[in-house]
């Protein structure tokens, strides 16, 4: 029925197990693909803890049930109703298998967890989870797709407090990775780097610091460390959750930028996740708080505010339907009508007004991280688009992501006082 597929490129487990009988499938990215006649689902674990995990297109029917509330006998039998049998000892088997890979909740899962979780907390340091894989781990060769650094020089004050990068394979879209690197301001003008990255797992809490530099092919991207201890006393839960940087790639692409942009001369970064319950009324309170922390510690100082997402994900190769020219249309017009709201000046209440809306491709993923960076920019600032491109969908289903690349530049007459709160 299913079975590990090696070429195929909930943060902290339930504290309440499901029974062996009644198994339950982790959170997972579902996509679809093709190879020659078969039809596959693909799981993809957010968090890098599992291997992808193939399964017959037809057996998907089977995944929607383990969700802890059924039991083998009753996921049989609910199959049944929708005329698809499947015997027992296949699908023991199949589920067997999943448990292997450690895609059930269960405690299987929780000693990998627990594992790496540990492993993570020790290091000194967040290694570079997808080098080699996403991007080129050769330095000489990452640094060609990515071009050559500003100079050392002096450089005049362009005015640059914020950006918006994405975070696709640097190989997808090499001229907006590097005309960004060339908008980015002067680093010695600059007290410290607050990087938000987008956060494709499921953590609980809508935001999550670590206090580790990132490792790159390029060099080792410092952390302000005096900046992320101050921020981390004020909201003590911000750092619970920093397991979540393991396997993010949004925060590690921009480490990488960082590093071919500023070299040695990198300020230290305060690299925080963003993840969906920032937009919910689950996070509010803790959003909340963290925005009123961050103004009080860095509304007087000189910071660039990094910020890692990207517009529409549409298609099968994201779990959508079928591409047609209509439905493109409408996200194209969602996508123009983000981009608008950025590059007004009272960008929050117009992001937060645009993102909101439902939309028949889903939400923005990186919905939250915008909504978030919003209200921290501050006021006056003006958003520039720099760059927009629309690239397929890495791997075989087909689908496509719209990503751009943007400046916010504070006006000389704005000063660098008070924050956007919609």
């Keep these: 029925m299913g079975q590990a597929s090696s070429d195929e490129v909930d943060v902290a487990p339930a504290e309440a197990p499901p029974t062996e009988e009644k198994p339950q499938l982790r959170s997972a990215e579902r996509c679809r693909v093709t190879r020659g006649d078969e039809e596959l689902v693909v799981l993809r674990d957010p968090v890098g803890l599992a291997e992808p995990f ?116 640097f190989e997808a879209a090499p001229q907006l990775y590097r005309r960004l690197i060339h908008t980015l301001p002067d680093p010695r003008g600059l007290e410290a780097i607050v990087v938000i990255g987008t956060d494709l797992g499921r953590g609980r809490l809508p935001l999550a610091l670590s206090n580790k530099p990132y490792e790159t092919p390029l060099g080792v991207v410092p952390v302000a460390a005096e900046v992320s201890r101050a921020l981390a006393t004020r909201c003590p839960w911000i750092e619970r959750e920093q397991w979540r940087h393991r396997a993010a790639l949004s925060t590690e692409i921009a480490a990488v930028v960082l590093a071919q942009a500023y070299g040695r001369e990198c300020p230290g970064v305060v690299p925080l996740l963003c993840g969906r319950t920032a937009a919910s009324d689950d996070g509010e309170s803790e959003t909340e708080a963290f925005l009123a922390a961050a103004e009080a510690l860095l509304g007087s100082m000189r910071v660039l505010w990094f910020v890692v997402a990207e517009l529409s994900h549409v298609g099968p190769a994201f779990g959508g339907g079928r591409l047609t020219p209509e439905l ?95």
Excluded at 67 to 86: P, W
Excluded at 92 to 98: P, Y
């Design 54 to 169: 193939a399964v017959d297109a037809d057996f998907s029917p089977v995944l929607d049930l383990l969700d802890g509330q059924h039991s083998m006998a009753q996921i049989r039998q609910s199959l049944r109703f929708r005329g698809f049998e499947v015997e027992q000892p296949d699908l023991e088997s199949f589920v067997a298998s999943l448990q292997a890979a450690a895609w059930l909740d269960d405690e299987t899962f929780r000693a990998r967890w627990r594992e790496a979780h540990d492993e993570f907390c020790r290091a000194s340091i967040r290694p570079a989870a997808h080098a080699g894989v996403v991007y080129a781990d050769d330095p000489a060769e990452l640094a060609r797709v990515l071009g050559p650094p500003p100079s050392l020089g002096p450089r005049a004050d362009n005015g640059v407090v914020g950006v918006v990068c994405p975070y696709q394979p």
């Design 328 to 422: 493109l249309e409408r996200v194209h017009d969602r996508d123009r009508e983000v981009i608008a709201a950025c590059s007004g000046d009272v960008v929050a209440r117009r992001v937060v007004k645009a993102l909101d809306r439902a939309h028949e491709a889903g939400p923005l993923s990186s919905a939250p991280t915008l909504n978030v960076a919003a209200q921290l920019l501050p006021v006056g600032c003006r958003g520039e688009l720099l760059d927009l491109a629309r690239i397929p969908a890495v791997g075989e289903a087909p689908g496509e992501v719209t990503i751009a690349t943007l400046a916010f530049r504070q006006r000389p007459s704005a000063g660098n006082g008070g924050r956007h709160r919609a």
